[in-house]
């Protein structure tokens, strides 16, 4: 594995070793020792996995008494995934990065605590896998508006995205519960 950094520190995405012939591929999807070369010891204690259709945008979530470090990846189709500091005392604070993930590049994101994470579905469809550093909190999920002005994402979009009731409600960056 290796650790391609992005212009927020702390996030990175992870290129995995793949070994592959005619008979398929072989890859580790997730090394603890890996992580912990990386400067992250972790232990996840859930695995989440959702099927997206073409255009569906979910996002920007997070948790905020409860925040989860999360490793993304794509098992099938691809995706534009983001994420955005919401940590006010960052140099980056309210800065995103983004990078595709897809079945076929096998790339994985490390969004550490303290940001909001959300993605785009490129392909005709998307399973999407993330392990998580704490458990789900529903009390505790905020989201941040997927099109806020100050934080400016440019969302690979062809018009407008199919969205969840609670993602259209999200809160611009001037009114969400932000971190330390």
Same mark, same amino acid.
């Given at each position: 594995?290796? #650790?391609?950094?992005?212009?927020?520190p702390? %996030?990175?995405?992870?290129?995995?070793?793949?070994? =592959?012939d005619?008979r398929?591929?072989?890859?580790e999807?997730? /090394?603890r020792?890996?992580?912990? +070369?990386f400067g992250l010891? *972790?232990?996840?204690?859930?695995? /989440?996995?959702?099927?997206?259709a073409?255009? %569906? !945008? &979910?996002?920007? +979530?997070?948790?905020?008494?409860?925040?989860? =470090?999360?490793l993304?990846r794509?098992?099938s189709?691809e995706?534009f995934?983001?994420a955005?500091?919401l &940590?006010?005392?960052? /140099?980056?604070?309210g +800065?995103?990065?983004?990078?595709? !993930?897809?079945a076929?590049?096998?790339?994985?994101?490390?969004?550490?605590?303290g940001?909001?994470h959300?993605?785009?579905? *490129?392909?005709?469809?998307a399973?999407? *896998?993330?392990?998580?550093?704490?458990?789900? +909190?529903p009390?505790?999920e905020r989201?941040?508006?997927? /099109?806020?002005?100050?934080?400016?994402?440019?969302?690979p !979009?062809? =018009?407008?995205p199919?969205?969840?009731?609670?993602?259209?409600? =999200?809160l611009? *960056?001037d009114? #969400?519960?932000?971190?330390?």
């Amino acid at each position: 594995m290796q #650790a391609i950094p992005t212009a927020i520190p702390e %996030v990175f995405v992870i290129e995995p070793k793949v070994f =592959g012939d005619d008979r398929g591929f072989f890859f580790e999807s997730y /090394n603890r020792r890996a992580m912990a +070369h990386f400067g992250l010891d *972790l232990e996840f204690v859930q695995d /989440n996995h959702s099927r997206s259709a073409r255009n %569906v !945008l &979910r996002g920007m +979530h997070y948790q905020h008494r409860h925040p989860q =470090g999360k490793l993304v990846r794509v098992i099938s189709g691809e995706v534009f995934d983001v994420a955005v500091d919401l &940590r006010r005392s960052s /140099n980056t604070f309210g +800065h995103w990065v983004a990078t595709t !993930l897809s079945a076929e590049n096998k790339r994985m994101m490390w969004i550490p605590p303290g940001f909001a994470h959300g993605f785009l579905t *490129l392909s005709e469809s998307a399973d999407f *896998l993330y392990k998580t550093t704490d458990y789900w +909190h529903p009390e505790d999920e905020r989201c941040l508006i997927w /099109n806020d002005a100050q934080v400016a994402i440019a969302w690979p !979009l062809t =018009g407008r995205p199919q969205l969840a009731a609670k993602d259209s409600a =999200g809160l611009p *960056l001037d009114q #969400a519960e932000v971190f330390p």
